[in-house]
């Protein structure tokens, strides 16, 4: 299994304003990922952050909305920039495990909401 | 792109047995995986099929139809536990994961 801890667990911001959500695994892992998740919805793949080298964005989200950064291939950050009350959602981190399994774990989420 | 479709919501009762499906149409397939849900929890991980067949895993089955682009979770001996949201979710292009939009199940007394 991995362990991951994200932080912080929840916050209230200022539309405007930006925030940094911080990831850190257990062990090392290739690749992280970013979800974005609203209440009672489905999970949304922000990006893809690899150590080394730019993260890779999906349909519809930005760089600059969504800079992402991964220093080592323990840790990886995620900033919410510019909020607006529309990027008021569940942002959680995931690594996977190849094994017998492919399995993805996450992190606890960061409950945003923008004022 | 990707596309996952299950139903929204199911209701059972204690000690049933309640069938989740999912069809999905992906560019690239590497498996497909299960996924539990408290509310306010993390997603938490059920089962993975990378091929066609049955997958047991004490209470819970998943079965996968490569050819039908078709799976499904099997909840066996319903407890009120198991009342979350269930997500399949497909391992497609460059390996990144694609969620359902889930199943909210509803286990009654």
């Known amino acids: 299994s991995a362990v991951i801890s994200q932080k912080p667990s929840r916050d209230i911001c200022q539309r405007g304003t930006s925030l940094t959500i911080q990831c850190q695994v257990d062990s090392q892992v290739t690749m992280m990922f970013w979800y974005r998740q609203q209440p009672g919805q489905s999970l949304t793949l922000i990006a893809t952050a690899n150590q080394g080298s730019e993260a890779t964005y999906e349909s519809g989200f930005v760089i600059d909305k969504f800079p992402i950064s991964r220093p080592n291939l323990t840790f990886s950050t995620l900033t919410v920039s510019n909020m607006s009350p529309e990027d008021s959602s569940i942002y959680l981190c995931?690594?996977?495990?190849?094994?017998?399994?492919?399995?993805?774990?996450f992190g606890q989420g960061t409950r945003l909401t923008v004022v | 792109g990707q596309s996952l479709e299950q139903p929204s919501e199911v209701t059972a009762v204690e000690g049933a047995i309640v069938q989740i499906n999912c069809t999905y149409q992906t560019s690239g397939f590497y498996g497909l995986s299960w996924y539990q849900q408290h509310d306010g929890g993390a997603p938490t991980f059920l089962s993975y099929?990378?091929?066609?067949g049955l997958e047991e895993t004490g209470r819970f089955s998943s079965f996968l139809s490569r050819s039908d682009s078709y799976g499904y979770l099997l909840l066996q001996e319903l407890q009120m536990k198991d009342s979350a949201s269930y997500f399949c979710a497909v391992r497609g292009y460059n390996f990144k994961f694609y969620f359902g939009s889930g199943t909210k199940l509803n286990v009654k007394p």
């Open positions: 995931s690594v996977e495990r190849r094994g017998q399994n492919t399995e993805a774990f």
């Open positions: 099929n990378a091929l066609d």
